[in-house]
């Protein structure tokens, strides 16, 4: 069975970091690109970032210089590192994996739970 379980979200002032972890198991995803998307409440689920299988990345236009998508696939692992945090980036942060790489692009076939994030002002 396949799961993508999201961790590493929490509580945090302005201006500080966070990092989240998507762990997958089940499978190797090594070969396929992983993202994360966030939703705020009342709002439609959005693109963050995604990291195709060359590891090479892609971001959201609200995120570029802030934040790091990575990936470690020896550990089926995806990491986002979030800096200069703000409160709207107040949000459920959802990892997705086995999608085509295209920037935006919701179209992947396994998702996690989330993990929410919360930017105090």
């Known amino acids: 069975q396949v799961q993508l379980v999201e961790s590493g979200g929490g509580l945090v002032q302005a201006g500080g970091s966070l990092n989240l972890s998507c762990a997958a198991s089940?499978?190797?995803?090594?070969?396929?690109?992983m993202a994360w998307f966030r939703q705020a409440p009342g709002m439609e689920r959005e693109f963050v970032a995604v990291?195709?299988?060359?590891?090479?990345?892609s971001y959201a236009d609200f995120v570029k210089g802030r934040f790091t998508i990575s990936r470690d696939n020896a550990k089926n692992t995806m990491y986002l590192q979030m800096n200069s945090l703000k409160p709207e980036d107040t949000a459920v942060y959802f990892c997705?994996?086995?999608?085509?790489?295209?920037?935006?692009?919701?179209?992947?076939?396994?998702w996690g739970q989330g993990t929410q994030v919360t930017v105090s002002s």
């Open positions: 089940g499978r190797s995803f090594s070969s396929t690109a």
């Open positions: 990291i195709r299988w060359s590891g090479v990345p």
């Open positions: 997705a994996a086995q999608g085509t790489g295209v920037a935006g692009s919701k179209g992947f076939d396994y």
